[in-house]
């Protein structure tokens, strides 16, 4: 998909496109659409970006908690978008053991009472035994460095779910 | 449901009950959820209407884009929100005639040609015969006014199905 095609959208079908972009946050494309026409496909990933950056603490926070657990009740439910699946799948979280199961839930937990969000990591950048590594690291990790940290986190998820819909290389976003 | 109870709810409870608040933004809860505790119920909606309030322009654009068409093609397809499909039906927009539906999809694709989002109406405060003429009325107001009286709706849409959630008469709210 080029820019121009970008570009011809109405909101419905931009949101359509891109409303999971950012997980469960389809304000956020809603939003992006006021910015078009964008340059070029990196401008429109940058408005995305520029979204995220510019809300209050509490918005950036509230992007967190729409963010599932990995390997958690969701994924035990089904109840995961289409994105999310695909990526803790690729990432060997749908076919873990028991034990490592647990230890994940009690890492969740415990990192979703100290911070007040879940722990966002781009699981497709990642694999099942870096992700309990990583959580058990970021868990000690200073509040507001912590928030910077995950938000990043959201803008590679948003990188890589962009340069799939758009069909092209994330090397070139 | 008293505030003692919205107080002690986690995130994830959180946004589970109140995330259809605002249309489709659960992102909206989830940030809300930053301010506990909650002083009273009217702190709790105070709060809602705070966040609209402070997203910038193309945010507050954004919430009005993932509100549904009323009468549109959504209620057609059977994929509303249940509230929304509450609301839509109460007011007698799922029984309309043929022609009454015609018109309104011939209003609602001028109002976001117009305007570059859906036109918004708290539908519950609405009927089927006032809902084409206010939409003929709106279509023709200045672009800042609309989306001044648009999240005026929206946050008349919040308190309804606040009070909803909360198990109290609007009047409290």
Redesign the interface.
């Known amino acids: 998909m080029d820019i121009e095609k970008v570009n011809s959208m109405?909101?419905?079908e931009f949101?359509d496109v891109f409303g999971n972009v950012v997980e469960?946050?389809?304000?956020?494309?809603?939003?992006?659409?006021?910015?078009r026409p964008f340059s070029d496909l990196q401008d429109l990933k940058q408005h995305f970006y520029a979204?995220i950056d510019?809300?209050?603490?509490?918005?950036q926070?509230?992007?967190?908690?729409?963010h599932p657990d990995l390997a958690g009740r969701e994924l035990q439910l089904g109840t995961l978008t289409a994105e999310s699946q695909r990526e803790q799948s690729g990432a060997g979280l749908t076919s873990l053991g028991a034990d490592e199961r647990l230890r994940l839930a009690e890492l969740n937990a415990q990192y979703?009472a100290r911070f007040?969000?879940p722990f966002v990591l781009a699981a497709r950048l990642s694999d099942r035994a870096a992700v309990p590594r990583e959580l058990a690291r970021r868990l000690h990790c200073p509040r507001a460095q912590e928030l910077r940290t995950a938000l990043g986190e959201v803008k590679k998820i948003a990188r890589l779910r962009l340069a799939d819909l758009l069909g092209i290389d994330p090397a070139r976003l």
């Open positions: 109405d909101f419905g949101v469960r946050c389809p304000l956020i494309a809603a939003a992006v659409w006021s910015q979204f510019a809300l209050p603490q509490s918005g926070e509230g992007i967190l908690r729409c979703r007040g969000f």
